[in-house]
């Protein structure tokens, strides 16, 4: 039974290092807010994590598994907001199925079963296929069956790497490092696309960021992901780990990014309604860490591989 | 949606203008798609434990005069009319009805108060059912709103105030035309229910109520009709409760 995080001191100070910065960064907005359009996005994503930001050091801090709950319900907000996206919200039969196999992913996860917890997305698959024989019905049924399994296997497999990350030696704390790498790599690359930089790579799926801007925040990435090192378990503090944390949070959360924008373009829609009181919906703060949880869990496990140094036990 | 000779396969349908279409405010309605949302599922169960085992059994007595599951299953659309003359009245209406009628259940409420911030527009939606319906609206569409839900769905029970707003001395004011019209343009009959002892409990003005016994009487259910013939009927069911309802002087419509 893991004991509640806030008894660390390392985690009460970066949670106020954190939520002090976003309070800081937000009133040097608050008041440009109305200069132009830029300043409101700016200032509409510093709101939506400033209330963000207490509710996941709130979860994370939580005793014995319950950051795991909260992951899982996070999980099928998560998948409410991208079945709404995809008009299979309504589909009550594949909505339920998805809770259902959140749930036992999570249970996997707790039980440390790897195995079965790769094999999810098959099982899952073959569950799925039989609603409609269960039904007896064949209208639109490819169409549920994919969307079900994309929406499983990115929201539920693949966001869900973030707890067996949590389960490793200082998991909590790589959780965490992880977020906060992503999320300034995220920021830093939308407003560094404003102002240096032309060259659009993925113009028709996200044209308000560039290469330029991209390899820059690469380089700010990688260096803040060496400045917030302690963060990481003592045996995992060598380069390759900072460094492979700082590429995975920039490239994989771009990919995470790009990947979501093309759903949402090729559905014709921005956002399915706004997160509280910030922009866009609960599933643009997550879209990144759909591909870096995954991305960084198994460059863990190679790097153990490689250096042997026990990082990737519990 | 229509498939061709060269394309085997249908193209996808995105049933999604319930959740990309609408605004925030309206999204719980069902539009354009019938489902069930767990977040309001999981709001509503609390609020009406709260509601069932809490406030309307120990800080105030509610009494049910009558029986809403021979009607519910008589009449799956109603129009659920009641007396207006406190903040408890919609939330007792609800109380008063068995929870596993409340996911079709509706509530018409003033937006520019049970939609004026985020705490309350969430509360309304999730926990109410609540369809808001702006009194300053001169292009009606609130009435459509109510219109296209009435007509759409195969079970609603949509409550609704007909005097427009609470009375200010308790006594039951005259009918706007508005229940009337929903009736009558849908085909919806009209519940009748009398709320005895809101006034004594929470008037018009007080903070918050008092303690007390508030009794919900259920009465007959009226077919569609002109305003002046419900507002006749139900005066005169009522006044058999209570003869000290209306005022005296006030006469018809």
Redesign the interface.
Known sequence: MHESLWHEPLYRETALLVIGVLFVVGIGFFFLRNRNTHTQASWASIKSWLFAAPVMFIACGLPGSWPLVALTIAS?LGV?IFY???????R?LFVWST?VALIGLAVAIHHDARDLYNLAPMIFLAAISLIPILTNSAD?M??FVCLTLLGFSFLGWALMHLGWIWQLRGGPYLVLYLVILTEVCDNLHLSLSRHVGSIKLFARISPKRNLEAGLITLVLTITLAWALRHLLPENMRGFEYWLTAGMVSAWGGSLGDLILSAIRRD?G?KD???F??GRGDLLMIMDRMIFVAPIFYYALRILEALFQTGAVTK | MNSSNNNP??E?????????RLP?HV?HLPLF????D??SLMFRTLWSLILKYGFFKFYIRLKVRGDFDEIYHNYPRLLVIANHASHLDAVSIAAAIPFRYWMDLYIAAAKDYFFSN?LFTFFSKHCLGAIPIDRKDKKGEAVELCLTLLNRLERIWLIIFPEGTRSKDGYIQQFKRGVSLFSEKTTTPLLFLYLEGNTDLWPKGRVFAKPGQLVLHIGPVHPPGPIELIYEHYREWVTRINPNAFKIEDEGV
Do not use: C, D
């Not at chain 1, 709404?84 to 309504?90: E, F, K, R, S």
């Not at chain 2, 996808?12 to 990309?20: S, V």
């Open positions: 099928m409410k709404q996206m995809l008009g299979i919200y309504h009550s809770y639109q490819i169409q559905l829609i399915v309604g706004p509280i009181i | 396969l249908q996808w349908n995105y049933e999604n203008a319930q959740w990309t925030s999204k798609t019938r489902h069930y767990l977040v985020p």
